[in-house]
């Protein structure tokens, strides 16, 4: 079966310190890879998007970027953090018949 | 960009009660999906609907997905504390080849008291 993995579930940075939050994927090759942020347990706004190896989409213009080193590893990353940045991180996996998101970070900047 | 809308964006109600949720679109979209968060967890999908009319059944919750494929109905039958979460609607279209990607809707936050 396929899994999802991604960590840490909870983060604390300063603001301007770098960022990198992973996930990996088991059970599946090949897999269109996705990163969310999720503001005050709302609604899901897509970061990036991935559909191979060295693939990345950006959706929105921001302070982060997004890198897919290998076939089910993608890691969203940032030279240096803003307070805006905050928020709760998803990274899925999809196929036809929906999203596999993983258990989410949750980021504080201070 | 296509939009989802989701009402309510808030429901409080008893246990025992019956609710319904509702997305809708201005856009068509080739599926549209719900799905269920808890707090501090990722969205777990309940069900995806792709034909147009077509309805759902799972235990307590019916969905429909509107004959013109922009819209789309969630009904709990006697709700349930365990019923208590974050609900998120999310259209699918292809993009860009072989990329599949949705677009959420806020969601509705729905609280059954015992």
């Known amino acids: 079966s396929q899994t999802i993995h991604q960590w840490p579930a909870t983060l604390v940075q300063p603001v301007g310190s770098p960022l990198s939050l992973e996930c990996t994927v088991e059970g599946t090759s090949n897999p269109n890879l996705y990163w969310y942020r999720q503001a005050a347990g709302r609604g899901l706004q897509l970061l990036f998007y991935s559909v191979g190896i060295g693939q990345i989409s950006s959706e929105v213009p921001q302070n982060l970027s997004a890198s897919r080193p290998q076939d089910r590893q993608f890691i969203l990353s940032s030279k240096k953090l803003l307070l805006s940045d905050s928020g709760f991180y998803l990274c899925?996996?999809?196929?036809?018949?929906?999203?596999?998101f993983g258990s989410g970070t949750r980021l504080t900047v201070v | 960009t296509q939009l989802l809308e989701q009402s309510p964006q808030f429901l409080s109600i008893q246990e025992g009660e019956n609710l319904t949720v509702y997305c809708n679109s201005s856009s068509v979209f080739s599926s549209l999906q719900w799905y269920r968060q808890e707090p501090g967890e990722g969205p777990v999908l309940l069900v995806t609907v792709v034909t147009g009319g077509e309805v759902k059944k799972l235990k307590r919750l019916t969905f429909q997905f509107g004959d013109a494929r922009k819209d789309s109905s969630l009904h709990i039958t006697a709700a349930q504390p365990g019923d208590t979460g974050l609900y998120l609607c999310a259209g699918g279209r292809i993009s860009g080849g072989s990329n599949y990607k949705l677009t959420f809707g806020k969601g509705t936050l729905l609280t059954v008291n015992p």
């Open positions: 899925a996996w999809s196929s036809w018949l929906g999203y596999t």
